[in-house]
């Protein structure tokens, strides 16, 4: 309704234009009908076809990911595993000290193939049997995954130009994302007339855009689930499209606020519906202003608890405010509880080992009960439910990168179940820290060194790619971020064990500010390696000091001054460009003139000349971090030949945060 004609209505008239109706504009406002309504929704459909074509670049890879049964399951229910052990037969696979090990495609092949005729039992026939027991028919559904590779490989140059940094968290591709997403809503908010004049639209705009706002804010979202992106990845969205209804909120209400003053009418129009949109509007403000970064790193809690209570209270006094706006709020609620509900079948009360780590300024969580569920690089949300969290720190939610690699068919590798290295930060961390200490002296004491834990997850992860179908990985970390590569380098190793891997060539690169930090993860390291061994795929573990200039040699505790083949420390930074090179050169090498072997029925052993199919690129720690290996793996992509040759080289991004 325009204010002219709002100056020559009733009160009641006017009460009735500030629930945006469609009925009260259509009445006011002639042959608009298209505009009030259906516009908005057509906005709607419009981003819903976006979202679309997303997925149908996206398809590709979820298809060939699908394509194994295992993939349908993993990595959406925590679980307990069968407790049965996969038990090694090194035999000759365990090179003798000293020896030199031959890492190339064929020396992998033959000793991942070694194998022995025997006589079936029971039907007479011979049945290939391997060094774990497994006969043809347990193996055919654990050869190699097929690998598709992402769009950063086929066209590098687009990639690497819609990849640049603008600004920390923010690249070309989606600042353009953002910047159509803006044009689209001020096109419909504008088109309905003057938003100092026309307050209507503005409501529209924010009642229509609830669905998009929720989608992207769940944990489970179909969007992510579909585009195989984590909610962490979508997040930047979220907060985008949240500010969008924000602004559309306050600028329907404030407008009919000013309105009302100065005629005089706001007692008047101060109705059921008009204070339900009143309460939409206090909830909005508060998802926005407590969402701020400075607000949300103080207060969390005060951000956690607002969020939700004031998402879950908008939704009905949107309704109440206007009956039209209805079809969105149902869809809105529908999406939020499917993710509550899912969240709900996610969730798992348990128990904790917690153990200090003071040296890593970390705490390792080890949940016996849960060993499987998971995928290497997803993330866990953790709630300690123990007083000694504090008043509010026991309901505190936090995310944890799982640093251990779950069962596959009952396969574990030490029996501990879900590991997490949780960082000593902030006064959750610290009181975290202080109960693991706690419990320490409890269990010297003969005292139970338990806690209960309620999980929730998993979420997050490689998404649609498949880590095990490249040739080579080069996984970086910094800081208490080494639990996502430890957990990737380990379920590589498992799955190399029985053959369900290509990768050849691991390169795990660790950069600490001391080497004191090496002493904890010391012992997993070096049973990485003994199964690198064993499994014929070349390892190398690589410390950096970062506070040791380059002139000096890094000082090692006593219990490490003795390293285990295949793990070095250096002195400053890692120089990520030829590590980065290096791994690309020795993967062109091993394939260059080796020859995979395949066993066959009834042919023997035939020979089968395999291409590289591409480097996997892990990264997880501070944000600088990951945007100096983002930006590296992008420019390397585009200028360099190898990384065709190579089958590509592609790049995933775990940074801290939340």
Known sequence: MSYNAAQTTTAAAGSAAATFSVDAYDATSGGTDLLTGDLYFLADVLLLCVAALFFLLALPRAITRLTRLSAWTEGLF?????????????????????EVYDYSERSFAARRFTSQRRVNPTSGSPTTVTDDGDSDAARSHRRPPAHMPAWSSIFPGMSARLGATLR?????????????????????????????????????????????????????????????????KLNYLHRFVGRFVFLAANVHSLGYLYQWSIQGTLAQNLTPNIIWGFVALVCADILFFLSLHELREVLYPLFYFSHVLAAIIILPATALHERSTTPYVITALVLYLFDRLLRIAQTRLTHAHPRALPVLGTVRLTLPTLSTGWRAGQHVRVKVLSTGMGWWGWAESHPFTVASCAEDGGRGSEGEGLVLLCKSAGKWGERLMELARRAEYCEAGGGSPRVRVLVDGPFGGPGHAVIASYSAALLVAGGSGISYPLAIAEELLRDASYGASRVRLINLVWSVQDTASLDPILPQFTRLLRTARHTGTHLRISL????????????????ARFLPQGLTVRAGRPPLASLLSSVVNRTLEVHKASVAWTPQAGSGEAQERRSPSGVFVGVCGPRALGEDVERLVRTFGAREERAGSVGGVECQVEVFGW
């Open 544 to 559: 950096f000091h970062t506070r040791a200039t380059t002139s000096t040699e890094p000082k090692l505790s006593p219990s």
């Open 78 to 98: 925590l679980r307990a595993g069968s407790g049965r052990r996969r038990v090694q037969h090194p035999g000759s696979l365990s090179p003798k000290e000293g």
């Open 168 to 232: 920390p968290g923010h690249s070309v591709g989606s600042a353009l994302l953002l910047l159509g997403y803006a044009v689209l809503m001020l096109f419909v908010g504008l088109e309905g007339g003057n938003p100092f004049v026309e307050y209507v639209p503005a409501g529209w705009v924010a009642a229509s855009q609830l669905p998009v706002v929720f989608i992207l804010g769940t944990k489970n979202n179909l969007l992510g689930v579909l585009l195989g992106k984590g909610y962490e």
